[in-house]
């Protein structure tokens, strides 16, 4: 579950990102965020795995405000929420495989147990078979499902992901957003940042639009432009 | 517990993997840092010596106050044993008349006919001093000399004490300013290399940061390569300074004998310690400080 109350974030470049923002996302909701460039859904994002702080309001995730908590514990909120990128972010000297690894590695959680995790997940992202290709070996679409693949190795029940389709063909895309439903499907609370009004108004699922850091509407079942 | 092994070994294969991708700084920062302590060691080593010139010859410059004849004995030797519990002061001897004769008379043999024609012995007794640390020499010599109704007239060589004391001083603040100096450089060297191997892990460390790695987890391997750059500097040093040790202390020993040169084993076997300890100490602080500056984790 995730609870923003009224928050407000300024950049010091003096850019209003949010304006007192208030909205409850539910367990196991699937959620677009929608609106125009720069209207503050990377920021509403980078607050819920508390990359950035906002000046005014709380962020609750699984009910711990995360804007309260010390830097101590930002490690063990990250581990519950998977973030994937529009440029996916991944090691180019790292494997598919290492890549995804290098989380479990990253907290010390990669043993034998947790190497059966890495093939669920390469398995479920369907690139089993690619394992061992690195990043600049694969297609765009095949590098975003490396970086879900890394995102839910962990089993985060929170996946967001900002613009994940933003770098991907329209048949790419698709597949992306299937795997997300799936991803979904399985338990996870999944909240997408997106431009693409194909997908938004086809999948017809709960969609937040953000215009000027405000929330100018939040309805279930709804389209791009509402 | 696993888990923390995991990280261990996590840690320490990414600090090993970083300085070889690194390589070339991690040589310049290991050889700086390796200079920097040989010079340290070699700046030690002199002012040990100094030092030990300074106490040698301090030691064989005494402080003679020459008591009157008709000083009271009980009150001779009540100064002496006052004397005795000063601080740098090291020996106090009382010389009788007679012994003074002597020591006259085994010193200018040939000249003993002097005394004979005297009849009476004119020497003075006296109470000698030998000292520990030359520098208190002049107050202390002022003050006998106050004892006007003791001691006859007080005998210092203090142009000879002075120099040597201020060769000293001289050579131990130049001594502290050199070590500073060269501490700095090699701390900045080292604090450089790891703020370029925090650019360039920086994508590497930006995932491990949004993952939910821990800032340890983070700047372990970084801390652990200055750590490494310094005791490796260090231990090339203390080699370097094992093999001069060995290859000059002896033709050094024998040219200049009369030189006090610190030359024992456990002098060289303590100050090749002390410098592992300052290469490892300097290394892992230069990173420290580049990991905190550079590292916002």
Same mark, same amino acid.
């Given at each position: 579950?995730?609870?923003?109350?009224?928050?407000?974030?300024?950049?010091?470049?003096?850019?209003?990102?949010?304006?007192?923002?208030?909205?409850?996302?539910?367990e196991r909701?699937?959620?677009?965020?929608?609106?125009?460039?720069?209207?503050?859904?990377?920021?509403?994002?980078?607050?819920i795995n508390r990359?950035?702080?906002?000046?005014?309001?709380?962020?609750?995730v699984e009910?711990t405000?995360?804007?309260?908590?010390?830097?101590r514990e930002i490690p063990k909120l990250r581990r519950r929420v998977g973030v994937i990128y529009?440029?996916y972010k991944l090691l180019p000297g790292l494997s598919v495989r290492q890549n995804v690894e290098f989380v479990l590695k990253s907290t010390g959680e990669f043993n034998g147990r947790t190497s059966k995790w890495v093939d669920e997940a390469l398995a479920l992202v369907q690139l089993s078979d690619r394992a061992d290709h690195h990043p600049?070996?694969l297609?765009?679409?095949e590098q975003q499902r490396t970086a879900i693949a890394r995102a839910i190795v962990r089993r985060c029940p929170i996946l967001v992901a900002?613009?994940?389709?933003?770098?991907?063909?329209?048949?790419?895309?698709?597949?992306?957003?299937?795997l997300l439903?799936r991803i979904n499907a399985l338990g996870a609370t999944v909240?997408?940042?997106?431009?693409?009004?194909?997908?938004?108004?086809?999948?017809?699922?709960?969609?937040?639009?953000?215009?000027?850091?405000?929330?100018?509407?939040?309805?279930?079942?709804?389209?791009?432009?509402? | 517990m696993t888990a923390k092994l995991n990280v261990l070994r996590y840690v320490l294969g990414a600090a090993m993997l970083g300085?070889?991708?690194?390589?070339?700084?991690?040589? $310049?920062?290991?050889?700086?840092?390796?200079?920097?302590?040989?010079?340290?060691?070699?700046? %030690?080593?002199?002012?040990?010596?100094?030092?030990?010139?300074?106490?040698?010859?301090?030691?064989?410059?005494?402080?003679?106050?020459?008591?009157?004849?008709?000083?009271?004995?009980?009150?001779?030797?009540?100064?002496?044993?006052?004397?005795?519990? =000063?601080? $740098?002061?090291?020996?106090?001897?009382?010389?009788?008349?007679?012994?003074?004769?002597?020591?006259?008379?085994?010193?200018?043999?040939?000249? =003993?006919?002097?005394?004979?024609?005297?009849?009476?012995?004119?020497? !003075?007794?006296?109470?000698?001093?030998?000292?520990?640390? !030359?520098?208190?020499?002049?107050?202390?010599?002022?003050?006998?000399? *106050?004892?006007? $109704?003791?001691?006859?007239?007080?005998?210092?060589?203090?142009?000879?004490?002075?120099?040597?004391?201020?060769?000293?001083?001289?050579?131990?603040?130049?001594?502290?300013?050199?070590?500073?100096?060269?501490?700095?450089?090699?701390?900045?060297?080292?604090?450089?290399?790891? =703020?370029?191997?925090?650019?360039?892990r920086?994508q590497e460390i930006e995932i491990m940061k949004l993952v939910g790695a821990t800032d340890w987890f983070v700047r372990g391997p970084?801390?652990?390569?200055?750590?490494?750059?310094?005791?490796? $500097?260090?231990?090339?040093?203390?080699?370097?300074?094992?093999?001069?040790?060995?290859?000059?202390?002896?033709?050094?020993?024998?040219?200049?004998?009369? +030189?006090?040169?610190?030359?024992?084993?456990?002098?060289?076997?303590? +100050?090749?310690?002390?410098?592992? %300890?300052?290469?490892?100490?300097?290394?892992?602080? *230069?990173?420290?400080?580049?990991?905190? =500056?550079?590292?916002?984790v």
């Amino acid at each position: 579950m995730i609870v923003l109350q009224n928050v407000s974030k300024v950049y010091p470049n003096g850019t209003r990102a949010l304006d007192d923002v208030s909205l409850q996302i539910e367990e196991r909701e699937f959620v677009f965020l929608v609106g125009p460039s720069g209207a503050g859904k990377t920021t509403l994002i980078r607050l819920i795995n508390r990359d950035t702080s906002p000046d005014s309001g709380n962020v609750f995730v699984e009910n711990t405000d995360v804007t309260r908590i010390s830097r101590r514990e930002i490690p063990k909120l990250r581990r519950r929420v998977g973030v994937i990128y529009q440029d996916y972010k991944l090691l180019p000297g790292l494997s598919v495989r290492q890549n995804v690894e290098f989380v479990l590695k990253s907290t010390g959680e990669f043993n034998g147990r947790t190497s059966k995790w890495v093939d669920e997940a390469l398995a479920l992202v369907q690139l089993s078979d690619r394992a061992d290709h690195h990043p600049h070996e694969l297609s765009g679409g095949e590098q975003q499902r490396t970086a879900i693949a890394r995102a839910i190795v962990r089993r985060c029940p929170i996946l967001v992901a900002d613009e994940p389709t933003g770098n991907l063909d329209h048949a790419t895309s698709w597949d992306t957003i299937q795997l997300l439903v799936r991803i979904n499907a399985l338990g996870a609370t999944v909240l997408m940042a997106t431009h693409n009004r194909e997908i938004v108004d086809t999948m017809r699922r709960r969609v937040i639009e953000i215009a000027n850091g405000k929330v100018v509407r939040d309805e279930l079942g709804g389209g791009y432009d509402g | 517990m696993t888990a923390k092994l995991n990280v261990l070994r996590y840690v320490l294969g990414a600090a090993m993997l970083g300085l070889w991708r690194n390589r070339t700084m991690t040589l $310049g920062a290991v050889v700086t840092t390796a200079v920097m302590l040989v010079t340290l060691a070699a700046f %030690l080593a002199i002012n040990d010596t100094l030092n030990e010139m300074v106490t040698a010859l301090g030691r064989k410059s005494n402080l003679i106050a020459y008591v009157r004849d008709d000083a009271r004995p009980s009150r001779v030797t009540e100064i002496m044993q006052d004397l005795e519990q =000063r601080p $740098g002061v090291g020996e106090v001897v009382f010389v009788t008349k007679e012994d003074a004769l002597r020591i006259f008379q085994e010193r200018f043999f040939d000249q =003993r006919d002097v005394i004979d024609i005297l009849q009476a012995n004119p020497l !003075p007794a006296s109470v000698e001093l030998r000292m520990d640390d !030359p520098a208190v020499l002049p107050a202390l010599a002022d003050e006998l000399r *106050g004892m006007t $109704g003791v001691f006859e007239s007080v005998a210092v060589p203090l142009d000879v004490v002075e120099r040597l004391v201020s060769i000293s001083n001289v050579s131990r603040a130049a001594g502290t300013a050199m070590i500073v100096a060269l501490t700095a450089v090699a701390l900045f060297v080292i604090a450089n290399t790891i =703020r370029i191997a925090v650019y360039a892990r920086r994508q590497e460390i930006e995932i491990m940061k949004l993952v939910g790695a821990t800032d340890w987890f983070v700047r372990g391997p970084f801390i652990i390569e200055g750590a490494f750059i310094g005791l490796v $500097g260090a231990t090339l040093a203390a080699v370097a300074l094992v093999v001069m040790y060995l290859q000059v202390a002896p033709t050094i020993t024998r040219l200049i004998s009369f +030189l006090p040169i610190a030359t024992d084993v456990s002098f060289v076997r303590n +100050l090749a310690v002390f410098i592992v %300890l300052v290469g490892l100490v300097v290394g892992s602080i *230069g990173s420290y400080v580049s990991v905190r =500056r550079y590292l916002a984790v």
